[in-house]
């Protein structure tokens, strides 16, 4: 399985519909994050993007950015209640203005309170729950600590970006790390960083043999037809590639 990773300011709704109709390979998507707010009402001009019949492309999970277990709440059961089976936590977020608050990645570096914002969340939930995270803020086995805490929630996956929040998108991702990760979690385990080639995503699976699902992000967006060719080892001659670029 392939998602497309959630990219701000790129990967919208326009962007998710559109996909599908020129090219393949791609089964479900994170949209890029929401922010939490008690203000937030149903018919939120944000949140209406998220509902599923104005997602008729790939099939959407939103991500909630939130540090506020009772704003996450609220916004992910009006999510449920449009139709939203799924929803995502966002640990991953490097950017200063987002750790500073104690968001997406700010959270990595605080084990106990991530346990806490999921005993309060957790329970009141209607929808599934998957959260996408980076291995650490500033260390790379930051995560190690935290991944003992998800195992105790009922979690539906972790998407995990071997690199920490100080990276940002700089420098090597961290494998033995994350093979680390893959070793203690007891929930299912998503890849995500760095595949921009079929090459790179062989040399992945054969390393991590019991990883099923991919996300590509970068890399999909400079070759839209990576996931085509990774998924089904085909590749489009160029004159129908640009055909395709010109529709």
């Known amino acids: 399985m392939i998602y497309l990773a959630p990219l701000q300011g790129i990967t919208d709704r326009i962007y998710r519909n559109l996909f599908p109709v020129y090219f393949k390979g791609v089964d479900a998507a994170i949209a890029p994050f929401i922010s939490s707010s008690k203000k937030m009402k149903p018919d939120n001009k944000l949140l209406r993007e998220f509902y599923p019949d104005n997602n008729t492309g790939i099939p959407t999970i939103p991500q909630i950015m939130s540090s506020a277990p ?86 539906e996956e972790l998407i995990i970006h071997p690199r920490t929040g100080l990276q940002m998108y700089e420098g090597k991702v961290d494998l033995d790390i994350f093979g680390q990760c893959l070793d203690i979690s007891k929930h299912r385990v998503v890849y995500n960083g760095d595949i921009d080639s079929l090459e790179k995503f062989e040399l992945l699976s054969k390393r991590f043999g019991s990883i099923e699902r991919w996300m590509l992000g970068r890399g999909l967006l400079a070759n839209p037809f990576l996931a085509e060719k990774i998924k089904f080892n085909t590749e489009k001659p160029d004159g129908e590639k640009i055909k395709i670029i010109r529709a």
């Open 70 to 155: 009772a704003d996450f709440i609220m916004i992910a059961n009006i999510l449920h209640d449009a139709g939203c089976g799924a929803v995502n936590w966002n640990l991953g977020c490097p950017y200063p203005m987002v750790v500073r608050k104690g968001r997406g990645a700010g959270f990595l570096c605080d084990p106990y309170r991530v346990e806490s914002f999921l005993e309060t969340a957790i329970p009141l939930l209607k929808p599934n729950l998957s959260i996408k995270l980076r291995i650490g803020l500033k260390y790379p086995d930051e995560v190690l600590e935290i991944i003992p805490v998800f195992n105790r929630f009922p979690i």
